[in-house]
């Protein structure tokens, strides 16, 4: 049974930058496609970036696109978040899905099936 576990999160200022790592245990995730969300109280859970396993295929959500960089090293996810502002204060949480066929829409929650617990970041003003 695959897991997946978040550290990293924390309290920064706006402007400042911080990563994210998600280690992936339990099984292989080679046939996966890795992806961070983000969710505030109250709102739905929203796509932030997304990797395949092969490292070969990344998706960003606007409001992060040149902020923050997606990447992998081994079981390790990475989210680099730069530039940082309040609006990014949310949980964050990795997510494995497998890829089944050829097209497939990695922004979507349903398309994942392994979820990690989360982390807290907060940016103040």
């Known amino acids: 049974q695959g897991q997946l576990a978040e550290s990293g999160g924390g309290l920064v200022q706006a402007g400042d930058s911080l990563s994210l790592t998600c280690q992936a245990s339990g099984r292989s995730f080679w046939s996966h496609v890795l992806a961070w969300f983000r969710q505030a109280p109250g709102k739905e859970r929203e796509f932030v970036a997304s990797l395949s396993w092969s490292g070969t295929a990344t998706n960003y959500a606007a409001s992060v696109k040149g902020r923050f960089t997606i990447s992998r090293d081994k079981n390790t996810l990475n989210l680099r978040m730069g530039s940082l502002k309040p609006d990014d204060t949310d949980v964050y949480y990795c997510?494995?899905?497998?890829?089944?066929?050829?097209?497939?829409?990695?922004?979507?929650?349903?398309?994942?099936?392994?979820w990690g617990q989360g982390t807290q970041v907060t940016v103040s003003s």
């Open positions: 997510a494995a899905g497998p890829i089944r066929s050829v097209y497939y829409d990695p922004t979507t929650q349903s398309f994942y099936t392994y």
